[in-house]
């Protein structure tokens, strides 16, 4: 420790030792040395070594051997500087109000994409144990047995604890008379409690230890019961007659968790205590560990663990070779990595997309980059104005110190004027941008530390760079120079700003070109033919009297809903069209060696009419309907390999109901277009109503508010004191796109703002080359240039760079967007001109500001040309 001390202490000195004369350097380090001792005797080591390094920078203003640190009064002289700073911007209003507009839309948008990041990056770590929490899940599958997770704690004495939790869908919990529709209510393990450090408001840790106990979250507690009013111990009961004693009142679970929790219902003595089946995979399971190591251990033994647990059921090597060949082996997943790395079936809930997170990084990486470059080029062009002031400074005694010093601060001045006026501006903007992304970004968030700290950094980074080319090397030029006005030749072909504008295209032209990629896929999502009417469906859950009297009275509903002219038909379905059906085996009863694992449904004989889907053979007499009838979409028939199924059994194992094969109908997409059609049995029936979940009203589209206010009227009549909730069904499906719809937004309006900004940098940009040029123009324009000629000379070199630009552009797009597309299981077409426009259009505003530049040239007294310099 004393030897790195000692280093770091030679360090310190070997580099003031560079900015103190040698006159002074022995009393500098003497004071240093004094100090540091002094120090020691009080506080630690490294403290001290680190202070010694603050002191060296404290004392150097007065040890200092460059002058302008040795000015009487640095206070007065740093006044000075930003006096300046201030009346230059005054004087180049123009130039300085775009500077720190571009500089600040620049910032806030960068600033509002880095707290969308760090959110999407924290996911679950509000969990104090985060790091130790795993999921226990195969290759393709999110969910396991419950069984499974009792034997992973038995048998893996490395796991300290498991914890299973169980979605049973949108519920409606009722405490007395007042209802409520509770999203996300879950059946779960008490090791919960302690694995996720749940905190209580009221109640204790043992809230779940009871069966028939609930832990409701704060926000539902005060949805359900009023203030002050009595809440532990009290009975609620769910849509189903199911009844829950309330033991304890937690806080909300945090925004940033897959985990989106509402209420949590004892798994005690529950159908999951006691669920013995290997093969019902619908529990999420989560294992806390004592430590990395102990992860890794039982990773090593997963294989042997999934064989083990299949025992019985067929010889080892069997089971084995099973598992291989179907690649559905066990994995353990960090809770953390779920959100933006976990897409199996049967998550949570639909996850995001880590790919989205480079996404928006790399958007506020352009953005930052777009206005640097802007502010530099603006900044430079400005500066070079000056050139005679600085001549003048140095006739009067100026130091290239003091003059280094003062371009710095007033470049620091700038960007911190722009800094302050972007933070007012996301905070300005945060409801909108929340909206746009669908993300609750708070105030708190947009000004925590490491956002500021960050911010921090970026003042640092662009006022060093923007004040740092005029501060060396305008400051160099000599008094004659200056005065002479000598130092503006200046390479007026600009090859390094060039090329940073042309930069600023590419970006620009490539992030239009995905715009409208990424507009043209939602809207052929928009626009696909699912194969059923889904957008004249409304779905009601169904739940206590409602769904007593869908048990009971379902033609009753059917025929008051249908009085209505606006109401078509009316069905019941056990599941909503836009979820992920279970997945359950089947088999025909002439050929049960042909096993078929199908996605199901349940639903009533009216289903397929009212849904509008097509039958494309056999069909259903619905008025004589009786028992259970079952249709295959197309899918499914070809995975059966039997050209004529009608008239056939259909077993289905997992319920073990059986039905005639009665029709095909054609394949629709009941899940989102990111997954091809899967195998579907559509098992039709008046007998299976307790598998009946939801109302299915397909109404016409005109005056839909109106028909859904005369739809909740009729059915409160027939089911007085029921909350009634309709949702449109294409709503419910536009649920799996919520990823791209957020992109989409946030890419539409970044494009824009990088496209403005992109515009306003070439603006820039030959602002300052016809500054440069001006008496060469008024030499051309004497000697019998035409307007057209001179407007040719001075745009041609940059007009064929940005061509070049768009040309380049085309390939990269292509590339980035089909790797995108590839996504989609059904993907749009995407022709030729989404990347030949982008860069017309972007090419027409950079023309455009680059003719009205020219034209001011073209058009001028060349007299006053010539006596511009």
């Not at 090791?191 to 408001?201: G, N, P, Q």
Request: hydrophobic share 45%; proline share 3%; with cysteine.
């Amino acid at each position: 420790m004393k030897q790195r001390e000692n280093k770091s202490l030679r360090f310190a000195n070997w580099v003031f030792s560079k900015f103190i004369g040698q006159s002074y350097l022995e009393e500098f380090l003497g004071d240093l040395q004094e100090i540091h001792e002094d120090r020691l005797e009080y506080k630690s080591r490294f403290y001290s070594s680190f202070m010694y390094w603050i002191d060296a920078f404290h004392l150097m203003f007065g040890f200092s051997s460059i002058r302008f640190f040795k000015t009487q009064n640095n206070t007065t002289m740093l006044k000075s500087y930003f006096k300046i700073a201030y009346r230059n911007m005054l004087k180049y209003k123009f130039y300085s109000a775009i500077n720190v507009i571009g500089l600040s839309i620049g910032i806030s948008m960068s600033l509002l994409i880095a707290v969308h990041v760090f959110n999407e990056l924290g996911y679950e770590t509000s969990y104090p144990k985060h790091k130790l929490i795993y999921r226990l899940a195969s290759t393709n599958w999110a969910k396991k047995p419950p069984v499974m997770g009792t034997e992973f704690k038995e048998q893996m004495p490395e796991v300290k604890e498991v914890a299973r939790l169980f979605s049973f869908g949108p519920s409606v919990l009722s405490h007395e008379k007042k209802e409520q529709l509770i999203e996300r209510p879950f059946l779960g393990d008490p090791s919960m409690i302690e694995m996720f450090d749940l905190e209580f408001i009221e109640g204790t840790k043992d809230a779940l230890d009871e069966p028939s106990t609930i832990l409701l979250t704060e926000s539902v507690a005060n949805r359900l019961f009023k203030p002050g009013e009595k809440r532990l111990g009290e009975v609620v009961v769910f849509d189903d007659g199911w009844r829950q004693t309330v033991t304890g009142i937690i806080k909300d679970f945090p925004k940033n968790t897959h985990l989106k929790i509402d209420c949590i219902s004892s798994s005690t003595g529950s159908f999951i205590a006691k669920n013995t089946d290997l093969s019902w995979a619908g529990v999420s399971v989560f294992a806390l560990f004592e430590s990395q190591v102990d992860v890794k251990k039982v990773e090593e033994r997963l294989m042997d663990f999934h064989v083990q647990f299949y025992e019985g059921l067929a010889p080892e090597e069997q089971i084995r070779q099973e598992i291989t060949e179907s690649g559905e082996f066990l994995e353990l997943h960090p809770i953390a990595d779920i959100h933006l790395h976990s897409h199996r079936e049967k998550e949570i809930e639909a996850n995001s997309n880590v790919i989205f997170i480079y996404v928006f990084s790399a958007l506020a990486v352009f953005i930052l980059l777009v206005v640097i470059i802007n502010f530099i080029n603006l900044y430079v062009a400005q500066t070079l104005n000056r050139i005679k002031e600085i001549g003048l400074r140095k006739v009067m005694g100026a130091y290239r110190g003091q003059l280094i010093f003062q371009f710095l601060a007033e470049a620091f001045f700038l960007v911190l004027v722009s800094s302050f006026f972007a933070v007012g501006l996301a905070i300005l903007s945060l409801p909108f941008y929340n909206e746009l992304a669908s993300i609750p970004i708070t105030i708190n968030e947009l000004l925590s530390t490491r956002l500021l700290l960050m911010l921090g950094i970026l003042i640092l980074i662009v006022g060093s760079m923007a004040g740092g080319y005029p501060a060396f090397y305008l400051s160099r030029f000599g008094i004659s120079e200056g005065l002479s006005s000598r130092g503006l030749k200046i390479n007026s072909k600009l090859p390094l700003r060039t090329a940073m504008v042309a930069f600023q295209f590419l970006i620009s032209i490539c992030l239009l070109s995905a715009t409208l990629i990424v507009s043209e896929q939602m809207n052929f999502i928009e626009a696909k033919d699912m194969g059923f009417a889904k957008k004249e469906i409304i779905a009601i859950k169904l739940h206590r009297k409602l769904r007593e009297e869908a048990i009971l009275s379902r033609e009753k509903i059917r025929a008051e809903l249908t009085k209505h002219a606006n109401v078509e038909q009316v069905s019941f379905s056990s599941h909503l069209i836009g979820s992920r059906f279970s997945v359950e085996p089947s088999y025909l009863k002439s050929r049960p060696e042909d096993q078929l694992s199908s996605r199901v449904l349940v639903a009533d004989p009216m289903f397929l009419e009212t849904m509008g889907i097509e039958v494309v053979k056999g069909g259903l007499q619905t008025k004589e309907f009786v028992g259970r009838k079952f249709f295959l979409n197309e899918t499914a028939v070809s995975l059966l390999q039997r050209e004529n199924i009608l008239g056939e059994t259909v077993y289905n194992t997992w319920q073990e109901k059986e039905g005639e094969a009665v029709g095909i109908v054609k394949d629709f997409h009941f899940a989102s277009l990111h997954n091809q059609v899967d195998p579907l049995i559509i098992q039709l029936s008046i007998d299976d109503t307790n598998a009946l979940e939801y109302m299915l009203i397909r109404v016409k589209s005109k005056d839909l508010a109106s028909t859904i206010s005369t739809i909740e009227k009729t059915l409160l009549q027939i089911a007085p004191e029921t909350l009634i909730v309709p949702q449109l069904v294409n709503e419910h499906m536009d649920l799996s796109y919520r990823a791209e719809n957020s992109m989409f937004s946030i890419f539409k309006m970044f494009s824009s703002i990088i496209i403005g900004l992109a515009c306003i940098g070439l603006f820039a940009l030959f602002a300052f080359v016809v500054q440069a040029r001006t008496k060469e123009m008024g030499i051309r324009k004497t000697l019998g240039a035409t307007m057209t000629q001179l407007l040719l000379i001075m745009s041609k070199s940059y007009l064929g760079i940005l061509v070049t630009i768009a040309i380049i552009a085309a390939p990269v797009v292509r590339y980035f967007s089909n790797d995108w597309l590839d996504s989609f299981a059904f993907r749009t077409t995407v022709n030729w001109w989404y990347y030949v426009l982008p860069g017309i259009l972007v090419l027409t505003l950079a023309a455009l500001a680059i003719v009205v530049q020219s034209w001011k040239v073209a058009k001028a007294n060349p007299i006053e040309s010539l006596k511009s310099e």
